[in-house]
Antibody
Framework: QVQLEQSGAEVKKPGASVTVSCKAS????????MHWVRQAPGQGLEWMGI????????TYAQKFQGRLTVTRDTSTSTVYMELSSLKSEDTAIYYC???????????WGQGTLVTVSS | DIQMTQSPSSLSASVGDRVTITCRAS??????LGWYQQKPGKAPKRLIY???SLQSGVPSRFSGSGSGTEFTLTISSLQPEDFATYFC?????????FGQGTRLEIK
């Protein structure tokens, strides 16, 4: 079955960068786009960006322009989300979620907690 | 950006009750809306896609309706496992945006 397996929790200091991975299995990796979404503690969900695994083309939410980089490795069916210049407000659970031909999003990865603290 | 206004923000109900949750879009999104269930510490699970299509494996007590700017999720007869948070997601245009969520609690 389709599965998205994310990397483990991270603790980072303000100003640092973090990279979260999302390994896909159970389907043809290059066929479906992948989204990144985050959820701060006790808050709602926030869309960050999307990547087309076939060519690597990305679209980012304006809020994250300049700080967010999403890449992919087709040889390992893995998508990476790097967020730089971290602030305490970036403390959140980060999810990858598969797009289905313009239909977001199913399934989701299990989530990765990123804590930003000095 | 399209704003999604979800109501109510919380809801107390009993097993067997019928409940309805609403999402309103700030502009038309055709049928580009999904409904999700999220339990504490778990990833969201999609229940409804394309506004009214039932996700495979989801019980038929869940249903969705609407198009354009107003959408509803209905649970026809609440079961104990349905007490969770529900949210809507619009994907008609970027950025994808979400409703604020509805916390469904046991009365």
């Amino acid at each position: 079955q389709v599965q998205l397996e994310q990397s483990g929790a991270e603790v980072k200091k303000p100003g640092a960068s973090v990279t979260v991975s999302c390994k896909a299995s159970g389907y043809s990796f290059s066929t479906y786009y992948m989204h990144w979404v985050r959820q701060a503690p006790g808050q709602g969900l926030e869309w960050m960006g999307i990547i087309d695994p076939r060519g690597g083309r990305t679209t980012y939410a304006q809020k994250f322009q300049g700080r967010l980089t999403v890449t992919r490795d087709t040889s390992t069916s893995t998508v990476y989300m790097e967020l730089s210049s971290l602030k305490s407000e970036d403390t959140a659970i980060y999810y990858c979620a598969r797009d289905r031909g313009g239909d977001c999003c199913d399934p989701w990865g299990q989530g990765t907690l990123v804590t930003v603290s000095s | 950006d399209i704003q999604m206004t979800q109501s109510p923000s919380s809801l107390s109900a009993s097993v067997g009750d019928r409940v309805t949750i609403t999402c309103r879009a700030s502009q038309g999104i055709r049928d580009g809306l999904g409904w999700y269930q999220q339990k504490p510490g778990k990833a969201p699970k999609r229940l409804i896609y394309a506004a009214s299509s039932l996700q495979s494996g989801v019980p038929s007590r869940f249903s969705g309706s609407g198009s354009g700017t107003e959408f509803t999720l209905t649970i026809s007869s609440l079961q104990p496992e349905d007490f969770a948070t529900y949210f809507c997601l619009q994907h008609n245009s970027y950025p994808i945006t979400f409703g604020q969520g509805t916390r469904l609690e046991i009365k």
